[in-house]
């Protein structure tokens, strides 16, 4: 493998983990906390230290909703597709965002502004329908309310 | 009692009198994820700010959440005089009007008061015991859960936190075992295994190190059951995991915590970091020569990994793909040794047991389940939260107490839907016969599961219902088994056809094959998949009907079958106009096809309903009646 500056950097940010210690995914959390994804130059770094496959490497990372493989996004909104916000009029704000920002989830907008991703229930479900932005909870939303905040962070953007 | 644990109590009780008996007004908020996003935080600090600026002789602090989501922020003030008194959605504006009226001077600030706790009446506050939701509870699991600082282990330990561990240290661990087993404890994730023989089966294995996992992958959507334990009592797993690791041989233990709870992956960490500081974890717990320790193992978003052996194969530095079975867990688990699994709430349930004993465990509940189970409510009641309740609590008395309106204006109960998108759903008719048992749900062919109930009242479609658990299903699916990867996938379309109108006669005789292929999955997660959609065909099949043969959603929430329609006038409409967001709203002028006003372009409404929103008096949800479709 050919060692640059990047995955040297990677290299000593994982160096603690060891191979056969149940140490992939705190490895692969340490990556993307340090870059906000895994990026693909980060998999055989993660492969080696670990004595795993590169595709062994990559299917974990695609297989966990949590891992990204794209930059994330400065504003991120999750969407919340539990139950609670669905019964609430959760659909009502997932199809708000799309249309207003352009794009679908796991996507950003251009330069990396503004993402969307599919979130599962964490339990406040008290706020129903919610999104996440930046990890902050914001419920209840009507459409319209969705509308303007996906409008103000688009034009923020 | 050991000398070790004995030691360790004395000091924390020190620590713990100064909130039973504060000298000066202490004022407490539960910070956790239910009552942040109502501003707890925000509310915290304005408390601290106030009481320094005004250099009042007030103590701040925090404390877990106490399951009331509906009531948040909650604040509790305790006075020297023994009074307790909880205070209600105090956002961070309400603040100085609490202050002013209850911390400045020697009074009660009547307007955000919600209750009084203990046994001190409070002249106008209803007392605790009196609010409808809380009366319904057994507090044992949750006793803990809005009344310790979660982040201080010494209140833990001042309220008969770690007697459990002590107790058991003092037996055998063969006694241990059969105290639980005697218990009747079964698995409070859903699965219903005997705890006990569970252990039993780890205590027999030789090969070392055995090891123990603490299922905290709680990704049942609409269940936070475990989220409150971790974050507002996190000891109590931390301590049902040492009795655990003492009565089976287990020398480490992985708590597998999803990842969607940040909080609790805190609470969790400072708890074992505070344990290992006390001599309660590490390579002598508490003096007894005992060797074990626990890890805080964040997941990465997977429903599967809740699955006992997708959780191992996750921990085994892989894809949590679920393993064939057997070998099962005591034989070769994570890294290939013999380990058991239990989830967190089992975990809470083996302290308090060894806490209070056999005769105080087994005091409520049923025959077959003595005990409590905590459960969370969420969907269409007015107060969400968690409550704990024994086993055979009736569940009409429940819904009518989360519903306390007259019976007549409550929305019709549509369905009620435990332990998520496996579980299975229930009209509300039969959901009102039930009680609170694994059993009699089972008898109805649906599961109890792990503690999520979620309400749903007419205005939710059931084919809509079934495209949201069919595509998490599919989403979540490992990939392993053809039956499940493939069989959800159907399970999306026909649902999905059904819902544009393209549903067809046959597509029940689908159902009923995908029903039986998926049988044929490895793991539950594939043979469970179907239970939702075969319960809907068999208790909702009018409705669903109605979508095959008259192509009408009677909820009207599926988007083909249904058209936004300018049907009256409203000044709203300029604004309705205005925050379309795919500019579907315009005025036309007066024409041969229908009079000036304004149109909804039916090609580019998303059913987003902000319209309505803006001018319901002026915008309607109508059938969208169209020619019957050829699939």
């Known amino acids: 493998m050919l060692e640059t500056e990047a995955t040297l950097e990677v290299q000593q940010l994982i160096a603690e983990f060891q191979p056969g210690s149940a140490d992939l995914i705190p490895a692969l959390h340490k990556v993307q906390h340090r870059y906000g994804y895994v990026p693909k130059e980060a998999i055989p770094v993660v492969a080696r230290q670990l004595h795993l496959g590169e595709a062994h490497v990559y299917g974990a990372v695609t297989f966990y909703a949590e891992l990204r493989t794209i930059p994330q996004p400065e504003t991120r909104i999750d969407w919340c597709s539990g139950p609670a916000c669905r019964l609430k009029g959760g659909e009502h704000v997932r199809r708000a965002l799309e249309a207003v920002l352009g794009i679908g989830m796991e996507q950003n907008t251009p330069g990396d502004k503004v993402g969307l991703h599919l979130a599962q229930c964490n339990g406040t479900c008290d706020f129903a329908p919610q999104v996440w932005v930046n990890g902050k909870v914001i419920g209840p939303l009507t459409a319209a309310e969705t509308i303007h905040l996906a409008r103000e962070l688009k034009g923020n953007a | ?631």
């Open chain 2, 1 to 631: 009692m050991l000398k070790a644990y004995e030691e360790l109590r004395k000091r924390a009780e020190e620590a713990w009198a100064a909130v039973e008996r504060p000298v000066r007004t202490l004022v407490r908020v539960p910070v956790a994820t239910c009552s942040v996003p109502g501003g707890a935080l925000e509310t915290l600090d304005a408390l601290q700010r106030e009481v320094r600026e005004r250099g009042l002789a007030v103590d701040v602090g925090t404390i877990g959440e106490t399951g009331l989501c509906w009531v948040e922020p909650l604040v509790e003030v305790r006075k020297p005089d023994g009074s307790v008194v909880l205070y209600q959605k105090v956002t961070p504006d309400r603040v100085a009007q609490l202050v002013d009226e209850a911390l400045a001077r020697d009074g009660v600030c009547r307007d955000l008061a919600f209750a009084s706790v203990g046994d001190l009446a409070v002249e106008g506050v209803q007392p605790l015991t009196d609010v409808p939701f809380w009366a319904l509870q057994d507090r044992r699991l949750l006793a803990r859960c809005g009344v310790i600082d979660p982040e201080n282990i010494d209140h833990y330990l001042a309220t008969g936190g770690y007697s459990g561990l002590a107790q058991a240290l003092e037996q055998s661990p063969e006694d241990v075992i059969k105290t639980v087993q005697d218990s009747t404890l079964r698995g409070r994730s859903g699965s219903n295994f005997p705890t006990g023989q569970k252990w039993d089966f780890l205590r027999g294995k030789t090969r070392e190190p055995k090891y123990l996992i603490c299922n905290a992958d709680e990704g049942d959507p609409g269940a936070f059951v475990n989220r409150i334990l971790m974050e507002s009592d996190p000891h109590s797993v931390v301590e049902g995991m040492l009795i655990a690791a003492y009565a089976t041989g287990a020398s480490f233990a992985f708590v597998y915590l999803r990842d969607e709870y940040p909080l609790a992956i805190e609470r969790m960490e400072r708890a074992v970091e505070q344990a290992r500081e006390r001599g309660l974890l590490g390579d002598d717990v508490l003096g007894s020569g005992m060797k074990f320790d626990v890890e805080v193992w964040r997941g990465a978003g997977s429903y599967v990994c809740g699955e006992e052996s997708g959780l191992l194969a996750s921990l085994d530095d892989a894809r949590g793909m679920p393993r064939i079975r057997p070998p099962y867990p005591a034989d070769a688990g994570v890294f290939a040794q013999p380990t058991n699994v239990n989830n967190v709430e089992t975990y809470s349930c083996v302290a308090l047991l060894m806490q209070k004993g056999l005769d105080h465990y087994n005091s409520v509940g049923t025959e077959r389940n003595r005990g409590t189970k905590i459960f969370s409510f969420s969907g269409h009641i007015r107060e969400v939260g968690v409550l704990e309740l024994p086993f055979g609590f009736p569940f009409r008395a429940l819904y009518e107490t989360l519903y306390p309106e007259p019976w007549q204006e409550r929305p019709i109960l549509k369905a009620v839907q435990a332990g998520a998108a496996l579980a299975g759903i229930l009209p509300g008719h039969l959901a009102l016969k039930l009680t609170m048992e694994p059993e009699v749900f089972r008898e109805q062919g649906v599961i109890m599961g792990g503690g999520g109930i979620v309400f749903i009242d007419d205005s939710a479609c059931i084919v809509d219902l079934n495209i949201m658990f069919s595509w998490f299903l599919e989403d979540e699916s490992c990939g392993r088994c053809t039956t499940c990867h493939g069989g959800t996938q159907r399970m999306v379309e026909i649902f999905r056809r059904i819902a544009s109108g393209r549903g067809r006669e046959d597509d029940y005789d689908k159902m009923g094959i995908l029903g039986q292929a998926l049988q044929w999955s490895n793991c539950v997660h594939g043979s469970a998949s179907p239970t939702i959609m075969l319960k809907s065909a068999e208790y909702f099949r009018e409705e669903i009907d109605e979508h095959i043969v008259n192509k009408r959603c009677p909820a009207k929430v599926c988007r083909d079958l249904i058209r936004y329609e300018i049907t009256g006038d409203s000044p709203q409409l300029p604004e309705a106009a205005a925050i379309c967001p795919t500019e579907a709203i315009s005025q036309v002028e007066a024409s041969s096809t229908g009079p000036a006003g304004w149109r909804i372009d039916d090609a580019r409404c998303i059913r987003c309903d902000a319209c309505r929103e803006i001018a319901p008096e002026a915008v309607q949800i109508v059938e969208a009646l169209a020619a019957p479709v050829t699939a």
